[in-house]
């Protein structure tokens, strides 16, 4: 019976050419809208100032969010007129935009005030899995310090889960390229923001202090909780 | 690296293969004769090259780009950038070579090296601070006007693509106004009626420490769209950044300064060119039947599918 009637569809869904431009428009584009941070502005100094995070909130992330809706609904007139060239023009703005709303959604959860666990080490299989990779936590946060130091330009660094080879990795990528690009597999766990304006007005071109001094709000918990999720 | 360095005095680039580009620039920098070389007490060669000062005072830009941002930005980013490079050649093949050719060299046609980001950006900013001067800004004229409309329609079209190219150079790096002298925009490609015509300026955004000269273009004009570069005086607002450069700071003294430069040394290169080319057509060596294979590829083929 089933069967049937898959058939039918598919045999009116050929038949009636107009029927999929119908679906398409009247299943509403989604558009995103920027998340709330859960804890104030000023909850994460004298770590990360107010002041950046404010407008590391309201103005960097709200832009990738209104760049990103706009380019999804360029595309999506660009799919339905069939207009292959725009759809190939518009994937660097995706990818851009995209990625930046995508990175900062998870930066914001991977940072946590003193006062609700900021900072506090791993606990559980991923504080295990740590010691295990890479000796300790210090060992660790040395070699993700490194990395985001050594950065060129703008980009993120990331503490991963690779799914496939089951064990953890440390990787950057550029500008706002989601930890997705580097391997297929790889689910982030926690990643830092070393694009300028994530330090620049608190830390000026020392990027490695404001490496330093992230760690004493880093959220472990919610990285805990994602690699529990994953490895299962 | 020596292998290298060769390359660039080599006279083995005949007409056909004039699309290598690299390092056959006969532009003065290029020559590999040692800068900047100081030899110690003890005789030992070290090559350094020093921070230099913008043309003016710190605090001369002002209001416009602020005292403090040329603290940091020339104080410490450019500074940094200089102290690695240095640190960073001592010993090797790039030691004594000009700025310009480690970037060449170190570009590595891409597959870039690692002392091509400290020099690149150590050249990048002495070129920015010159791109600038107090009461800069308003519209340059003569040769360099007339090119600009040429080039790009209009003064105003011109500064909207400029404008636009800075604004979406996506992440850090700079955007350039830049002469384009060579040949054709394809590597293997012979132009077989070069004119005045395939000489023409372009805008041209390029990301992180990259930069023009990669390119074989002549740099004119750039602006830096690192976010240091605004973030203390604009924040997260670089198209207000933009446009204070455009309009208050730009310095177009330089920027045809260094057109006229560019232009002769166009002009050089092509005398050069065509001083090889005559040399190669009346050498009678067995490299000919090289050559002349060279040349039926470009000039007399049977094979009609290239063919319209």
Known sequence: MALRSLALATRKTLTLGLNSTRLSQSRALQTFSLPDLPYDYGALEPAISGEIMQLHHQKHHQTYITNYNKALEQLHDAIQKGDSSTVAKLQSAIKFNGGGHINHSIFWQNLAPIREGGGEPPKGSLGWVIDTNFGSLESLIQNINAEGAALQGSGWVWLGLDKELKKLVIETTANQDPLVTKGPHLVPLLGIDVWEHAYYLQYKNVRPDYLKNIWKVINWKYASEVYEKESA | MAASTSMLTSSSFTFPSQGLRLPTRTHPCMKPQKRFVRKDASNVITATYDLK????????????????????????????????????????????????????????????????????QAWNHDFFWESMKPGGGGKPSGDLLDLIERDFGSFERFTEEFRSAAATQFGSGWAWLAYKANRLGVENAVNPWPSENDKKLVIVKSPNAVNPLVWDYFPLLTIDVWEHAYYLDFQNQRADYISMFMEKLVSWEAVNARLEKAKAEAAEREMEEERRKNEEEWKPTDDDDDDDEGLEMYVDSEDDSEAE
């Open chain 2, 53 to 120: 000062p913008p043309p003016y005072p710190l605090n001369a830009l002002e209001p416009h780009m602020s005292r403090e941002t040329l603290e940091y930005h020339w104080g410490k980013h450019h500074r940094t950038y200089v102290e690695n490079l240095n640190k960073q050649i001592v010993g090797t093949d790039l030691e004594g070579l000009s700025l310009e050719d480690i970037i060449i060299v170190a570009y590595n046609k891409g597959d870039i090296l690692p002392a091509f980001n400290n020099a690149a």
